[in-house]
């Protein structure tokens, strides 16, 4: 495991970069989601998705730059949060290996990481996702 030099703050607290870090090492111990740990801590996502009342949605990974908002047209179909739950999980499954979802009330969100291969190695990436109703205007 490579070492982090953690940096600290003039005040004594960790820089958030260096929290980030120190995560992203955390989660190299992690084993990607089993099939039950992965259908409960996604059917808590499911279940947040069915609350929203908004028309989009982002899932957020600054550090690689990935940003996908999800625009969903209509809530009459019966279908419509089971749509956006799809898309989002078919998403995710894409990009790598579940190793964590877990809601953030204080903000509202969810923190998702994932395990990502590339050039025959990995790398751990922290994803957001939350209500986006006011990252988008339409004109």
């Known amino acids: 495991m490579d070492k982090i030099e953690i940096k600290m703050a003039e005040d004594g607290s960790l820089s958030t970069n260096s929290l980030y870090m120190l995560n992203q090492q955390a989660y190299d111990t992690v ?4 099939i ?5 801590q996604l059917n808590n ?3 947040w998705v069915k609350e929203q009342r908004c028309d989009y ?10 940003y996908t908002i999800f625009r969903y047209k209509t809530r009459e179909d019966k279908k419509y949060h089971y749509g956006i739950f799809n898309d989002l999980k078919q998403c995710l499954e894409n990009r790598g290996k579940l190793l964590d979802v877990r809601y953030l009330q204080d903000q509202d969100a969810w923190e ?3 395990r990502i291969f590339e ?6 990436y922290m ?12 004109v």
């Open 112 to 114: 998702i990481w994932i």
């Open 57 to 66: 949605t982002m899932l957020l990974c600054h550090e690689r730059r990935d």
């Open 45 to 47: 996502l499911y279940e």
């Open 127 to 138: 994803y957001m996702f939350f209500n986006a109703e006011g990252f988008v205007v339409e």
């Open 36 to 40: 039950k740990e992965k259908h409960d």
């Open 119 to 124: 050039d025959g190695g990995h790398q751990n």
């Open 31 to 34: 084993n990607p989601l089993g």
